[in-house]
Nanobody, 115 residues
């Protein structure tokens, strides 16, 4: 199993970014996917769960109305659209799935929101 995130970078407050996570080594379309983030000095937190059909659940209160998870099963890709970004959104963003009784994580992509 391999998960590879991309799309992070430096963005000004109020800006947007779209993260991607490509999955391989497992039946991508059959498994829910998750986005997490970890800010410096803080615990890793769940951002959103994206069901096999793209339904968002468990969206963190801090990102409601601004972030949306989606997926393209044909491309084996999970997305996180982030709008109206704030400095508090600065973190490393990870995708995760659970397959064969264990959790699998990507390497993370850094998002920095700063003027």
């Amino acid at each position: 199993v391999q998960l590879v995130e991309s799309g992070g970078g430096l963005v000004q407050p109020g800006g947007s970014l779209k993260l991607s996570c490509v999955g391989s080594g497992f039946p991508f379309s059959d498994y829910a996917m998750r986005w997490y983030r970890q800010a410096p000095g803080k615990e890793r937190e769940l951002v959103v769960v994206v069901s096999t059909t793209g339904v968002n659940t468990n969206l963190a209160d801090s990102v409601k109305g601004r972030f949306t998870g989606s997926r393209d099963n044909a491309k084996r890709t999970l997305y996180l659209q982030m709008n109206s970004l704030k400095p508090d959104d600065t973190a490393v963003y990870y995708c995760k799935t659970s397959f064969k009784l264990r959790d699998w994580w990507g390497q993370g992509t850094q998002v920095t929101v700063s003027s």
